[in-house]
């Protein structure tokens, strides 16, 4: 039989016993979600600005993914890739549409397809005569998974730390300094991998200047640039994927997070010779590709770009900044470095060492769910769908607890 908690208190208690400690969790046990609210067990409702960390685009609970979710529960969950499945077309299709790419490889997590790209760059290189070419130049700050080489790609110490040896294969250049990428190339590099606008790393958009010059970088020395927009993609600054916004196009592009709407599913996507690299018996999984995930993957695409909800998060993103700005000049002027972001991410860099009081306090005071990334910013990633209102008691709860704080 299964266990059924009744509380908050119960679901911690047992969770604190039979769950492994590896995160740190709010003291709340979410029981279930509508639009951009949660309610935890105890009932008590929450304004959503973590958004599962930038996965609920489309909120919680969307109509179309519900009926998405309970028709294919009648139809097919899984069947192996060996077999084409309608979901897994439909999906490429509209990203292709949607993108200057040719080519969707699927895989299961933002690490996992972040790892289909690092390999591909690997066999890229072998396959246009320059074997010796195996080094992938990432940011530092850069967050790009937890893998062995997706956390070796990931430029913070922090995240390699008590995994030594570390593969081989990754140098680390500064963000947004293009001498710096330079300084670190040689012959021995395959690609530049960077997010567009780094999110763990405290949302950093990226310069028009830094991203022309990588692409102009990567055609001189024929290799490749891929993006990693497993955070900023499917729709999160305003556009299907972030690039879009300063014309720089990939040779190949990382998805995850609200591709699917909250059902785990990653992709590759790739354009020109790179989206002819990965060939039978070089790369894959099992699950990657389900129709499970691939149809909730298509509806969630599908809702985004045709139900106005990319274009939501555009309009959406300048009113956070705009009202944000306004009450942040009034009110706490000297607590306040810098407010940035492209779309629907967001992010407050302070001038106090950690955000965390912050977090604490909208949740305790408002019930309001926001997230401190970066030590000391606050990083805004609610659902696309989320509207002014939503966004006035955000800021309202922001306002507070800095107000609280003598800040
Ligand atoms: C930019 C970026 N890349 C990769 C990842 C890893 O994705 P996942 O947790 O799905 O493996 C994340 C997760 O936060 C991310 O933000």
Known sequence: MIEKFKTNAEVIENGDKYLYGNHVRMPISMERGEGVYVFDKDGNKYLDFVGGIAVNGLGHCHPAIVKCLQERAETI?????????????????????????????????????????????????????????????????????????????????????????LPSGFRYAEFNNLQSVKDIMDEYVCAILTEPVQGEGGVRPASQEFLQGLRDLCDEKGILLMFDEVQVGSGRTGKLFAHQNYGVEPDTCSMAKALGSGVPIGAVCARGEAAKTLTPGTHGSTFAGGPLACALAATTLDVMINDGVIENARVMGE?????????????????????????????????????????????????????????????????????????????????????????
């Open 77 to 165: 969950l899984h069947c192996s890739n060996y077999f084409y499945n309608e979901p897994a077309v439909q999906t490429a299709k509209l990203i292709v549409e949607n993108s200057c790419f040719e080519k969707v490889l699927f895989a299961n997590s933002g690490a996992e397809a972040n790892e289909g790209q690092i390999k591909l760059a690997r066999k890229y290189a072998k396959d246009h005569g320059h074997p010796e070419r195996f080094v992938v130049i990432t940011m530092k700050n850069s967050f790009h998974g937890r893998t062995l080489a997706t956390c070796t790609a990931t430029g913070q110490y922090a995240v390699h730390r008590y995994f030594e040896p």
């Open 319 to 407: 009113y956070f900044r705009d009202q944000m700005h306004k009450v942040i000049e009034k009110n706490h002027p000297k607590a306040v470095n810098e407010i940035r972001g492209l779309g629907m991410i967001n992010g407050i860099q302070l001038n106090h060492p950690s955000g965390q009081p912050v977090v604490d306090l909208c949740f305790q005071d408002n019930k309001v769910l926001i997230n401190n990334t970066n030590g000391n910013v606050l990083r805004f990633v609610p659902p696309l769908i989320t509207g002014k209102e939503e966004i006035d008691l955000c800021i309202k709860a922001v306002d507070e607890a800095m107000t609280k704080l003598g800040w």
